[in-house]
């Protein structure tokens, strides 16, 4: 089964940059997708970013050209570079990585707050 464990988040203010860090567990990291996704209270999970392994990226409308995806195959990693951080940024920012539609693992989730 494979795990993945997120770093990086903490408390900014608005303007500020943030990279998170998702570390995989899984023995050969490229052959799997990878994204990031948030929830903030009270409102559903959302998808901020994806790359496949192809590699493919996409992004949430609401990040496009403040977030940034990539990926270190040979780290087994994946990151969100996040710059012009606004309030509305803030939520549990989680990472999943896939093959199949069946096999979707999330990791625990890290918490980015960007306030004054």
């Known amino acids: 089964q494979v795990q993945l464990v997120e770093s990086g988040g903490g408390l900014v203010q608005p303007g500020e940059s943030l990279r998170l860090s998702c570390k995989s567990s899984?023995?050969?990291?490229?052959?799997?997708?990878m994204a990031w996704y948030r929830q903030a209270p009270g409102k559903q999970r959302e998808l901020v970013a994806s790359m496949t392994n192809s590699p493919r990226t996409t992004y949430a409308d609401s990040v496009k050209g403040r977030f940034t995806i990539s990926r270190d195959n040979g780290k087994s990693a994946v990151y969100l570079q996040m710059n012009s951080l606004k309030p509305e940024d803030t939520a549990i920012y989680y990472c999943?990585?896939?093959?199949?539609?069946?096999?979707?693992?999330w990791g625990q989730g890290t918490q980015v707050t960007v306030s004054s």
């Open positions: 999943k990585s896939w093959r199949y539609d069946w096999d979707d693992v």
């Open positions: 899984a023995r050969i990291f490229s052959m799997y997708n």
